[in-house]
């Protein structure tokens, strides 16, 4: 008897060790979600509503596209239902503003990771990596980054390739504008020799515009993460969760067709999604 004691006695010793070691292994999407995020009831993103395939505004109005998805994804795991992520558009230069003034509580919206921008807010982990590229009028006399040299570049507000191409041509002019839609209209109207945006933006817009041609070269290498507030660690835990749950269910290779036609431009971007990125230069 005292034998079958001591042994139920280790056993559950045992169970009790496996069960904290269980509970350390979890996914950290299912960590408890902040206090103040529970009592709300719903999770705040901000989203990019004018960067087909990530963000753009659908027929119906409403927010469509990948990272639309993925927001969706957040709702599903924190309360049980994608309407649970309350989406709000966000322009480029709005969105870190929107997360530290506490309009929004997190921020997937073609956000790359930066140290200027880090020393503001946090990142999850990365869930997507990839370069920009230049598009110009197809009559162009540009045929490389180089040919840029003293001419003008649009940019989106607040867009990082600034920063990289301003170290590489100095002598390049940049015209900053809120929007994809007011960058394509602006250089179809001559007012600046090209525009530079994500690759995968620039190529689905570049498809619409048939006097546009896209250079070759690529541009930087960005690396997107989800966008928190600085010191927000439990929700963080809880967003690079969700990232990793996506990532090894192959969610995007699901997703990602749904808004890319071109099965080659398909292909490339599940790869940005679902492999790690090559190491940066």
Do not use: H
Not at 54 to 66: C, E, L, M, N
Not at 146 to 160: Q, R, V, W
Not at 182 to 187: F, G, H, K, Y
């Amino acid at each position: 008897m005292y034998k079958s004691i001591s042994m139920f006695r280790r056993t559950a010793v045992a169970l009790g060790a496996l069960a904290v070691f269980s509970l350390t292994a979890l996914p950290a999407s299912a960590q408890a979600l902040p206090k103040a995020i529970k009592d709300a009831g719903v999770i705040r993103i901000g989203v990019k509503c004018d960067s087909p395939p990530f963000g753009a505004s659908g027929t119906d109005g409403k927010p469509a596209g990948i990272e639309i998805e993925m927001a969706k994804q957040i709702g599903i795991a924190a309360f049980g239902a994608a309407e649970k992520a309350e989406l709000s558009c966000v322009a480029t230069d709005a969105r870190i503003p929107s997360l530290t003034g506490g309009k929004i509580d997190l921020i997937i919206a073609t956000l790359g990771k930066t140290p200027s921008r880090e020393q503001v807010i946090d990142y999850s982990d990365i869930y997507y990596w990839g370069s920009s590229r230049v598009i110009v009028p197809k009559d162009s006399k540009v045929q490389k980054l180089a040919d840029l040299d003293g001419k003008s570049m649009l940019i989106i507000k607040g867009g990082s390739q600034l920063k990289w191409l301003k170290e590489r041509i100095p002598s390049l002019e940049f015209v900053q504008l809120n929007t994809n839609a007011d960058n394509l209209q602006a250089l179809q109207q001559g007012r600046a020799d090209g525009y530079v945006g994500d690759a995968i933006t620039i190529a689905t817009l570049a498809a619409n515009y048939p006097e546009f041609r896209t250079l070759e070269e690529p541009v930087d290498l960005g690396f997107n993460g989800v966008g928190v507030r600085k010191g927000e660690d439990e929700l963080k835990a809880f967003v690079n969760g969700v990232v990793k749950k996506l990532k090894n269910e192959k969610f995007y290779s699901k997703t990602v067709p749904t808004f890319v036609k071109d099965p080659v431009v398909a292909v490339e971007m599940v790869k940005s999604f679902e492999t790690d990125p090559p190491a940066a230069k």
